[in-house]
């Protein structure tokens, strides 16, 4: 592979801000990639739309990133992931495209001796039953414990990350996956690693969380280098795209990249 196609950016996207936790265990696993981020944040939510819907828009979305002459898709949404995936690979001819869903079920399916997994998700990611049928198909022998949650997502945005309110509601969500005695918990949705202290304490030491944005960061690595298509040297360039800019989008942003965000482009769409 040519040093120019190695030289193109990878395309992460998600439906809003979410994804930048995808995008910062890039950053950090990747320090030499241009990255391009598309976050559909004039639509967001997308855990509560319908299959019809989300497909549509990621189709948008994937045709976008592709005229920016990505040499890699990553579906940061675990919801697009979830029941999207199939467009973006038609779309991408080619194209590598990895997600959230494919590199959580197998670091879960590894890091699960018990062979009892908990998935935590948004409602649309949760009634797709992708994760657990993922886990399947890696070892038929794993039991697959799922239960969205809904109200995450809001109160991350709030950044109520240590609040006795999202304590209360985890607590709540995370009860009858915690029956279940599983050994990892899958952290299926953009916005739960921002929880993952909190998380940690309701779930108990003993149960491995899984983070998708960190594994999808490391499956990212071992494709571009088994593609030829890693950068070897170099400054990184990233640029942000989004569907709109709301009013605490900085703040926000930030909060999930770990770091200043810098300009944010709008599309015209
Ligand atoms: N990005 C979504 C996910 O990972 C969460 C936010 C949304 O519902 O759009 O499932």
Redesign the pocket.
Known sequence: MSAAAASRPIGVF???V??LTVVRALMERLPLEDIVYFGDTAR?????KSVATIEHFTAQITEFLLQRDVKMLII?????A?VAAEVVHRLAAGIPVLD?IEAGARAAVAASPGRRIGVI??P??INSNAYARRMHELDPTVRVYSQACPLF?PLVEEGWLEHEVTRLTAQEYLRPVLAEEVDSLVL????YPLLKPLLRDVAGLHVRLIDSALTTAEFAAERLQQAGLARTGGVADYRFVVSDVPLRFQTIGERFLGRSLGTVEKVDW
């Open positions: 998600d439906s809003g979410g994804g967001v939510p997308y855990g509560v940061a949404c675990n919801t697009m979830a959230v998700g948004t649309t990611t997502v299926g949705c953009t916005h």
